[in-house]
Nanobody, 123 residues
Framework: QLQLVESGGGLVQPGGSLRLSCAAS????????IGWFRQAPGKEREGVSC????????NYADSVEGRFTISRDNAKNTVYLQMNSLKPEDTAIYYC????????????????WGQGTQVTVSS
């Protein structure tokens, strides 16, 4: 069974940091770009970041540029999202997903999704 499992979410104060992990099972991440999305209550799912298969190319939403860093360790079959300088507006469920072909900000470009991990930024 092909699965992605996110972990690392939690409650953090504004200005704090979290590192999310996305582990794959049932397939090897090496050949695929992986994206991170988030969805806040009452809002549409939005693309946060994406990394290509080699890790040499990354992109970010304007809202997280300079604060979030995506990376991957293919030996561990895992992709990470380091989130620094967190703001209350970063509060959402964060999902990782496997790209069908190329990185995109559209959810329809992804075919395997994790179950999500909750990130809450609050004092």
């Amino acid at each position: 069974q092909l699965q992605l499992v996110e972990s690392g979410g939690g409650l953090v104060q504004p200005g704090g940091s979290l590192r999310l992990s996305c582990a794959a099972s049932g397939f090897t991440l090496d050949y695929y770009a992986i994206g991170w999305f988030r969805q806040a209550p009452g809002k549409e799912r939005e693309g946060v970041s994406c990394i290509n298969s080699s890790g040499r190319s990354t992109n970010y939403a304007d809202s997280v540029e300079g604060r979030f860093t995506i990376s991957r360790d293919n030996a561990k079959n895992t992709v990470y999202l380091q989130m620094n300088s967190l703001k209350p507006e970063d509060t959402a469920i964060y999902y990782c997903a496997k790209v069908r072909y190329y990185c995109s900000g559209h959810p329809t470009a992804y075919d395997i999704w994790g179950q999500g991990t909750q990130v809450t930024v609050s004092s």
